[in-house]
């Protein structure tokens, strides 16, 4: 079965500062893998997605991340956080081992952005 | 572009009552998806699909919970007999696919039940 485990339900950092989320997955095949955004009172928002193709995906708002399949590991990164940044970020896997490819998704990350 | 139309945002309801959430996908999107959720929780998702056809349900509770996609209008969530457990945001997502196409989020629909 096809798992997503976010590592930390809170992140903060200074504004300027590296933003770092993690993001280890599970998967029997080669996963195709998304980072969503949700600010308050919000639908999600996609950032990025990973599809076998160049393992460093570049997204929105200056984030990226790097796929390792030997760490099965896709974290999201962004250099310098911004106050905007602030919200909760979700990595998700599509579970291809069934039919329709639902998202399956980690716990959350909420980032917290000081001035 | 009309995004992902969710309706009503916020409806309340009171225990026992039945719950009708709607949902317009993308233009374009012939794949619906609904995901529930919970306070402290992540998503978890509840169904998959298809205009007039149920593809994967899974994750739907096996009472009081229904969905359906007709050939016209929106896909319809369905909770009858609610209960205080029910109190969540359900969101929809669309595709133009499965699998690695992205799915796109509405804003939800917070249910309250007194």
């Known amino acids: 079965a096809q798992s997503v485990t976010q590592l930390g339900s809170h992140v903060s950092v200074s504004e300027g500062a590296l933003v770092l989320l993690r993001c280890n997955y599970s998967s029997s095949v080669p996963p195709y893998l998304f980072w969503y955004v949700q600010y308050p009172n919000q639908g999600l928002q996609l950032l990025l997605k990973?599809?076998?193709?160049?393992?460093l995906v570049k997204g929105i708002n200056g984030f990226e991340a790097e796929f390792k399949k030997s760490e099965t590991s896709f974290h999201l990164t962004k250099p310098s956080a911004h106050m905007s940044d602030a919200a909760e970020y979700f990595c998700?896997?599509?579970?291809?081992?069934?039919?329709?490819?639902?998202?399956?998704f980690g716990q959350g990350t909420e980032l917290s952005v000081k001035p | 572009n009309a995004g992902v139309m969710q309706n009503p945002r916020h409806l309340v309801r009171r225990r026992g009552q039945e719950a009708r959430l709607r949902c317009s996908p993308m233009?374009?999107?012939?794949?619906v998806y609904w995901y529930r959720q919970l306070p402290e929780e992540g998503l978890k998702f509840m169904v998959y699909?298809?205009?007039?056809?149920?593809?994967?349900e899974s994750g739907m509770p096996k009472e009081r919970f229904s969905a359906e996609f007709p050939k016209e209008g929106p896909s319809i969530l369905r909770i009858q007999q609610v209960v205080r457990g029910d109190s969540a945001a359900y969101f929809c997502?669309?595709?133009?696919?499965?699998?690695?196409?992205?799915?796109?989020f509405g804003d939800g629909t917070r249910l309250s039940i007194l």
């Open positions: 699909l298809q205009k007039e056809n149920i593809i994967d």
């Open positions: 998700a896997v599509s579970d291809q081992a069934n039919q329709g490819g639902k998202l399956i």
């Open positions: 990973y599809t076998s193709a160049a393992t």
């Open positions: 233009k374009g999107h012939s794949h």
């Open positions: 997502a669309s595709s133009q696919g499965a699998g690695n196409q992205p799915q796109h």
